[in-house]
């Protein structure tokens, strides 16, 4: 009689407990997450500077398997890919898994597709999320790389390679083919006829937007209205409809009169503060809802 009241105590309790304790593991997806930085910056540049700004500490609090990549601030597209694959197939083997869940952030967004689809990893990344991507690429390098012309792109391009090379620390940084790679030319004529997406691989994208001022991150503000006008709505570097990739998940603009949420703001930088916007939470809630997709 003992034990069969018991047994009835713990049936009764166990659903309540989890009703009211809620699911503690919000973010525990079935495959790891690996996090992929863009262009002009790294994780943990300088020693102290996070560019995912909390993201991996607040995922991992709610239960996800977080990496973060590190490639060249600056290089080609198809030299961070296959410092992205090494980097990838590491984390593979140490976890055991089969697959990862992809988040890229920028440029990060379309080195990781290369490798997707030019480098075999098809078969072993089961999402791809593209936040902010340039993937019919901006104006923004248009007009820099137009208006330095051939001679003075290279010099800009020599001139950062030595600041990538001896302040940031990167191996042989290729800074003005990395601007190219992000030009609109080159990422609709070249890149995307030759970069498909590939079956089985979840693709979704989310974009950002300023709306009328960058309100806390003002050095984005005059390629902002530039990208406006070639472009229309963009959050300082890439246009919402560059952004779109896969199946698109939205626009994301904080506070509308506040300023709205740059492509730096994305990412949780100028200190992780945005009038109506954290980041974290943001990109919680797209890892929440891939563990609900299955992934």
């Known amino acids: 009689m003992k034990r069969l009241l018991l047994a009835i105590i713990l049936a009764l309790a166990i659903p309540f407990a989890v009703f009211a304790g809620g699911d503690s593991s919000p973010c525990k997806t079935v495959y790891p997450i690996v996090l992929a930085h863009g262009m002009g910056a790294t994780d943990n540049m300088l020693g102290f500077i996070n560019y995912w700004w909390g993201t991996e500490s607040a995922l991992?609090?709610?239960?996800?398997?977080?990496?973060?990549?590190?490639?060249?601030?600056?290089?080609?597209?198809?030299?961070?890919?296959?410092?992205?694959?090494?980097?990838?197939?590491?984390?593979?083997?140490?976890?055991?898994?089969?697959?990862?869940?992809?988040i890229g952030h920028s440029h990060g967004t379309i080195y990781t597709r290369y490798a997707i689809t030019n480098l075999g990893l098809g078969t072993k990344a089961a999402s791809h999320t593209s936040l902010c991507g340039p993937h019919r690429?901006?104006?923004?390098?248009?007009?820099?790389?137009?208006?330095?012309?051939?001679?003075?792109?290279?010099?800009?391009?020599?001139?950062?390679?030595?600041?990538?090379?001896?302040?940031?620390?990167?191996?042989?940084?290729?800074?003005?083919?990395?601007?190219?790679?992000?030009?609109?030319?080159?990422?609709?004529?070249?890149?995307?006829?030759?970069?498909?997406?590939?079956?089985?691989?979840?693709?979704?994208?989310?974009?950002?937007?300023?709306?009328?001022?960058?309100?806390?991150?003002?050095?984005?503000?005059?390629?902002?209205?530039?990208?406006?006008?070639?472009?229309?709505?963009?959050?300082?570097?890439?246009?919402?409809?560059?952004a779109k990739w896969g199946t698109f998940r939205g626009v994301q603009e904080g506070t509308w009169i506040l300023g709205g949420v740059s492509h730096i703001n994305a990412i949780g930088h100028f200190f992780g503060v945005t009038p109506g916007f954290s980041s974290t939470d943001w990109i919680t809630g797209i890892v929440g809802d891939l563990k609900s997709k299955g992934y």
């Open 60 to 102: 991992e609090g709610k239960g996800a398997d977080v990496y973060i990549t590190k490639v060249n601030c600056m290089d080609t597209t198809q030299n961070k890919a296959a410092a992205f694959k090494t980097q990838f197939l590491q984390i593979l083997a140490a976890t055991g898994k089969a697959k990862a869940n992809i």
């Open 137 to 242: 690429g901006s104006a923004v390098a248009d007009v820099i790389l137009g208006l330095a012309g051939d001679t003075g792109g290279w010099l800009i391009g020599a001139t950062l390679d030595v600041v990538y090379a001896f302040i940031m620390g990167d191996a042989h940084p290729q800074s003005y083919a990395n601007g190219v790679c992000v030009t609109r030319p080159y990422m609709n004529n070249t890149f995307n006829p030759n970069c498909p997406n590939k079956s089985g691989v979840y693709y979704q994208s989310y974009a950002t937007r300023i709306t009328l001022i960058a309100s806390n991150d003002m050095v984005l503000t005059p390629t902002y209205w530039l990208l406006n006008f070639y472009e229309g709505q963009n959050d300082g570097l890439v246009s919402v409809t560059s």
